[in-house]
């Protein structure tokens, strides 16, 4: 486990080094830097990268923003009102991802993809971590809009030079020239690196990084779980039951809620079961393997690392406002958060619970992976070291407890 901490401070200090320098002599248009007041904590840049994230006519054909996939109400994540549970429907009809949107809640403090050496492992193993996406491939939040705005499944713009026109016709374009000078547009390829810095220092905001939650109040000394919270959170934290700091890591020494981020940034194959809703997954020879598909991973892949080895992962999602963030898994497979829960205590232990039974009378295992990478999903650490008929490691109320406690972790404003 790699905890938050050994990252955070220098992940957000090199993004801001990665960034052109704003202008000294700029005079904001009064009118232009508006502000509500949930608004008013943001800076220029921040209030700036709002007003793109919100544009619905930053689409192609108009209609999509980046907030129809990244809802604030639902933990800035979403699905823009798509007729399929777990995946999004694009700007144009019938365009449909084959991945939930993910979070961007707290993505501000994932370190820039890379291979990193695991300092719990004997050697040191090098293990992928950070990134944007649940495979990586946005190094990190400066990177990340281009994918989505040129997406043909998505945002569906042509080119980042169209996404620049659009900018430049809309209403905040002085924004735009207010914070980065007259000459804002003048290079579409400056102007378009301009225009992610502005949503990346948005989604590095306060707004998007709030640490409200009851548990925060509790870390802070202002708060107490109830007795089946506080049962929750032990679960979590023993190695022989939960285990769940294994992936989601925290810092259990520590009472300030940035150490306690739930995940390590890391890539993991659960063997999640297959979501037949996704129209992709409607040919039976179509799978999403995830980090092992990165775009660009073969250039910066270590020798010691089979790329083989890496079909399947996905990155471990921060916990934090999970229970606002249903369906649930890489895929949308499972709706709700205690089935979620459920799935990793009894995955093995039950699988016919979780996937389709083959005529032999056996569980159809980790059926949305290929057989040549079924090897990949981790069935070692606990609670997922369990065979068909065994005990699980957690019980329906060691279940019902961990639910209770994630629970506290949504933010106030997430409903």
Known sequence: MTARGAFAPAILFGVLLSLPALPQDRAAPPAAFHRSDYERPLSDLELLGKRIFEDRNLSEPKGVACESCHDRKRAYQGDNRSPILGVAIGSRPGAFGNRKPPTIMYSAYSPPFGFYKDADELGGRLRARGGQFWDGRAVDLVAQPSVPLTNPLEMNNPSADAVVEKVKAASY????????????????????????????????SGLLTPFSSRFDDTLRGAERLTPLEARGLALFLDPERGNCLACHAVKPESKDPADWLFTDFGYVALGVPRNPAIPANAD????????????????????????????????????????????????GAIATLRDAVAFHATRDSDPKRWRPTLKSGEADAFNDLPSAYKANVNVEAVPFDRKPGQPPRLDDDDIDALVAFLNTLTDKGMF
Not at 177 to 203: C, H, M, N
Not at 310 to 325: D, E, I, S, Y
């Open 284 to 331: 039976p020879q179509s799978f999403d393997l995830g980090l092992c598909r990165r775009p660009g991973l073969d250039t910066i892949l270590p020798k010691d690392v089979p790329l083989a080895s890496l079909c399947g992962a996905f990155k471990t999602p921060t916990l934090r406002n999970v229970a606002a963030r249903a369906p649930y898994f890489h895929n």
């Open 173 to 204: 374009a002085p924004m735009m020239t207010a914070v980065f000078g007259p000459k804002a547009f003048a290079d579409p390829k400056a102007a378009f690196q301009r225009i992610a810095q502005a949503l990346s220092a948005y989604e590095t």
